[in-house]
């Protein structure tokens, strides 16, 4: 089960990479900084949301 999740959020994350990537290039490759606190974000606000339904699903299973 825990597989299957991290590979969900890894596949939906890979999938939106490549706009967020785009969206970056086109209007803001231009200031470094600006791009280097939208990629931590990114990245942090995956792990987060992964972490995030881990512990949901993590819950559920030790509730049964």
Known sequence: MRTLLVFVVLLSYLMLDS???GF??????SNRFITGVIYSLGGGG???IALLIL????SLINRE
């Not at 970056?24 to 490759?29: F, G, R």
């Not at 512990?55 to 993590?58: D, H, L």
């Open 46 to 48: 995956v792990v987060w």
């Open 55 to 58: 512990g949901k699903v993590m």
């Open 19 to 21: 706009q967020i990537t």
């Open 24 to 29: 970056i290039h086109t209007y803001i490759t």
